[in-house]
């Protein structure tokens, strides 16, 4: 790129860039109080946007006329660039003309923008799952929409397609036939003059009740702007298109909550009604409605109700068969929290009671809580609808506790693998289950077997996942005996591991990543600054990643667990008896782990059946 003075009428400064691109030159005006426009002619594809995301956001706006142009907030670089963003500029026009604002004349960008009609999405991160969901580039936070139609699984999701940190929220696409191989798909719903398109849900009209089309694909999302409003979107082309609604917004709250966002829809058949629960603050309140068009109010739920103190998030609403018997149903209200997490942050909790169409009635007393995952990376979670008899929910695989720092650059941000919800009673309550699906042994390819170990002391499995590059998984039965615990370390050559064992003193699943892989991206947490250290807990206050997640063993039947454990380049999700318990934590170890140290202490421990699988797509 090469900066050229050129004379010009209405610029105070005119500058011609001459792209490198085969087509396309970008002449610059100034128009004065730091804004510039880039008038393009014969504009390639993409406007190659360079981000330094070290740097604050500057708006850019594809200037049409329309009222509807509306900016994006880029990390535009001034001194180096991190990598590059795509901005579409529109096909076949003589001339694009793309307002930046806020740059500086001296910033790298002036020499680095450029056109071009590719970008080039070839994986550049270290940290870049193997096999689970994330966007090809940018950032991506809670799954939305998820609903299955037609042989596809439809997984829209927050996301920035200006970068790799939180912001500009669209509904990112992709879908899948098997809950595993996800293909990407273009942005489906972006930002507009509304706002951002936070989270929401989506629903297969099978009867025309909205109008829009038999077995049209409804979208339901918040319009984030000055205020939060819930909006609808339909597609009739299997979710590859939406068209916003014009009657938008469809719901806004009574009380001019400021917190009024995430609204999930469902059929609730005794009622011939759809319903809507949206997170409201401190609680979730349930609206109905013949047209997914007019709402109105029902009840809410959930103040003083589970973890305090709390913000709810993200929620969803299913019944389930209760130890798989279908005539005793229950409703499990999910509940993301933000902070709340008892290592921190965010998690999802849930509640378990009747539904009659009117009130949810919680069957625990209010302080009980129950967490879906126990882990520290597992957040927004929500489930497919148009599933029949089989319910999944997709975690966001992160904590907004350090999301937007993690040590990934060009997309930051994945699923945790598709879990099925199911309900089992444990001493006098009912809990809910969330084994990983069965589709993710699709994934599996070369195995190899250590068989039936006795330890007491240590055992070392120097090559269980050699060669499986950090993507694997180890399935085992562990027998603690009278050991105290009993566990394994996942290693590798620079002496970093990731220990998950059983505490039975404790009575616990413990996962400990401080000594994982790199840390320092953890910080002190304002959210701890009151906290009351918690002596029994495994709390690190001084670095919000390093630390040690725990669950109960107590969920579990007990004497034999058994254990099965996904590996990605940058996670760790444990699943005991089906789920029982599971537990997602994100690890950064700077070569893959490789290596299995198995160890019972203060007894003899027996592992049965130790198989790895590596994993791929
Ligand atoms: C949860 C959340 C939602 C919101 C979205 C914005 O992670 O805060 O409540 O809709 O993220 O991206």
Redesign the pocket.
Known sequence: MRKILVAGALAAVCIALTACGRRGTIAVENEGAGSDLLRISHPAKYLLLPVEEACGEKRVTLVTGSPADVAMDVRLAHDSVDYFVPFELPAGAAEAVVRVEGVAPDAVFWDRVALSDRFDTSNTDYYRPAYHHTPAYGWM??P?GLVYKDGEYHLYY?YNPYGSK?GN?HWGHSVSRDLVHWEPLPAAIARDTMG?I???SAVVDKNNDAGFGRDAIIAF??S?GDR?VQCMAYSTDNGRIFTKYGGNPVLTPFDGLR?F??PKVFRYEPEQKWYMIV?AYKEMRLYSSEDMKEWEYVSAFGDGYGVQPRMF??PDFVELPVDGDERNRKWVMIV?V?PGCMFGG?ATEYFVGDFDGREFVCESAPETVKWLDYGKDH??TVCFSNTGARTIAVP?MSN?QYANDTPIMQHRGANALPRELSLYTKDGETYVAAGVVEEARLLRGRSRQAGDVSVEGEHMLADLAAGFGGAFEIELDVTPGRAGRVGMELCNGAGEKAEIYLDMEAGRLVMDRTESGETGFGRRSEEYADAAPDAAGPLNYANDFALATWAPLSLCEGGTYRLDIFVDRCSVEIFVDGGRIAMTNLVFPTEPYDAVRLFAEGGTARFSDVTAYELKL
């Open positions: 936070n809670d939305n927050q939180w929220m951002h936070f989270s929401g999302y918040t984030a939060q917190d966002r995430d997170s998030e993200c993301n933000n965010s957040y927004a966001w907004w």
